[in-house]
């Protein structure tokens, strides 16, 4: 069968496996699961992954979750260039750092400011208190800083000299926020430099085309009410 | 200089690099940084890491936050046993899928009772009931969650040997048990791996890490804990109204 990949590009981690597959020429079925229509929920999904979470992979009978797991299966088994995950003990270990921090930080805000800005009014037809959306603003402007300063610092990427697979991660959280709507790079030219580098050194075209349906998401249609019952509860605990 | 931990064992994830280094027989010297002092916060410290945290790692000019980037880093170092990071793609790739879900779903969770028990009562405070009663259920969660999707019938977390997924998690795990909330009870297999967990590190390792959080809370009883200085009093109440 092949390498297969049960993504959504509306979700930051199918993203960043998205890009780097296709950035590394690694053949592989692309298997769309949609998350604003439930498809993670079904139980044909169910099988494939009892979490009922993307991204997948599926290779053979091997399953893996988790895109960072995915990230450094796919740099080991394709033999990518080392600048994604570098032999060099210390590099390496900056970018687990990174993968590591960036959890319960950077993907968690990114995550809260497009469903508090976005995600809740337009898609679910919930309100959210302004109160509620400016400390998550707020939270997303220190996380922000913190990427800065104490990761980029005055590198041209994340780790050093190249592009890693923190970059990769990075940017396509950080898109989620412009994809809402959000001030992330004007205010920041460091930030801003950096994404242009990170974009450059993936490919225009490739990154465009990944980062097409979370560009678009404000214009989500509101979601069915069936829908809408069945993704709350996941919605609540994932935001939480 | 050599290779530098700086580590407080009241935290979970410092534990696990204490163990992992002792086990390994890795030398380093030992920093010891008091939360309860409010160490973490002091000047000396913020210049190690910005961001204020332990556990940190410095080998020589190198320095290195995030435990998990740390017992990584350790394992190829010191080149341990390859049962710890094994080197089996399909293996190292398991650890790394745990380690994911452990960030979303274990740390955060497990560390609340520490501040329900101890920190918030010692600065005159308390984690509301609702905070207190909603992390019950996210424990419960992520218990169900390990005896069915992560342990299973294996004797560890990734297959039949102990890896770094298995320090990281029982150490989370041993925070509230060592506090009186014995976690195990109602989850056989996963009270059957913490039993081959302390055997594998022996008995004089297990006491030795977990000295400090064993003893806390009759260190609270006795009124001989630390006083946290007022700055860092504040900071450990935007702690506390952080808690889910």
């Not at chain 1, 402007?141 to 990427?157: G, P, S």
């Not at chain 1, 242009?196 to 990154?207: H, I, N, S, W």
């Not at chain 2, 163990?19 to 409010?38: C, D, M, R, W, Y």
């Not at chain 2, 390990?146 to 997924?165: H, I, M, Y």
Request: glycine share 4%.
């Amino acid at each position: 069968m092949g390498l297969e990949l049960y993504l959504d590009l509306l979700s930051q981690p199918c993203r960043a496996v998205y890009i780097f597959a296709k950035k590394n020429c690694i053949p592989f079925q692309l298997r769309t699961v949609e998350l604003l229509k439930g498809q993670h929920l079904s139980d044909a999904f169910a099988q494939v992954n009892p979490l009922k979470k993307i991204p997948t992979l599926k290779d053979g009978n091997f399953i893996l979750t988790e895109s960072v797991a995915i990230l450094l299966y796919l740099t080991h088994k394709y033999k990518v260039p080392d600048y994604w995950y570098p032999q060099d003990l210390q590099v390496r270990a900056c970018i687990d750092e990174y993968l590591a921090w960036q959890h319960t930080t950077l993907r968690r805000n990114c995550l809260r400011a497009l469903w508090h800005k976005v995600m809740f009014p337009v898609f679910l037809g919930e309100q959210v208190s302004p109160k509620t959306l400016t400390a998550t603003l707020t939270e997303l402007d220190v996380t922000l800083q913190l990427l800065e300063d104490k990761f980029l610092q005055n590198k041209d990427f994340l780790v050093g000299p190249h592009i890693s697979l923190a970059d990769l991660v990075a940017i396509t959280e950080l898109m989620h926020p412009v994809g809402a709507g959000c001030q992330v790079f004007e205010s920041r030219p460091k930030l801003a430099a950096w994404c242009q580098r990170v974009e450059a050194a993936v490919g225009k075209d490739l990154f465009q085309e990944a980062h097409e349906v979370i560009l678009k998401v404000k214009d989500s249609p509101p979601a069915d009410p069936i829908i809408k019952q069945k993704l709350m509860p996941r919605v609540l605990a994932m935001i939480q | 200089m050599g290779l530098e931990l700086y580590l407080d064992l009241l935290s979970q994830p410092c534990r696990a690099v204490y163990i992992f280094a002792k086990k390994n027989s890795i030398p380093f010297q030992l920093h010891t940084v008091l939360f309860l002092e409010g160490q973490t916060c002091s000047k000396e410290f913020s210049q190690i890491n910005s961001l204020q945290k332990v556990p940190v790692l410095k080998d020589g000019d190198f320095i290195l936050t995030e435990s998990s980037a740390i017992l990584i880093y350790l394992s190829c170092k010191y080149q341990v046993a390859d049962h710890w990071y094994p080197s089996d793609l399909q293996t190292r790739s398991r650890i790394h899928e745990y380690l994911g879900w452990h960030a979303d779903n274990i740390r955060g969770t497990f560390g609340v009772t520490l501040w329900i028990q101890v920190l918030a009562p010692h600065i005159g405070t308390q984690v509301p009931e609702e905070k207190v009663k909603r992390n019950r259920t996210y424990m419960d969660r992520a218990l169900q969650q390990l005896e069915s999707k992560f342990l299973g019938d294996k004797a560890f977390l990734v297959g039949q040997q102990v890896t770094l997924a298995d320090l990281m998690l029982l150490e989370e795990l041993m925070q509230p048990v060592a506090l009186g909330h014995d976690v195990f009870v109602g989850w056989p297999k996963l009270a059957a791996w913490r039993g081959r967990m302390e055997a594998f590190l022996g008995a004089e390792l297990w006491q030795e890490a977990h000295n400090p959080i064993f003893n806390i809370l009759e260190q609270m009883a006795k009124k001989t804990l630390p006083v946290p200085p007022p700055e860092f009093q504040t900071h450990m109440l935007l702690r506390i109204s952080k808690i889910p």
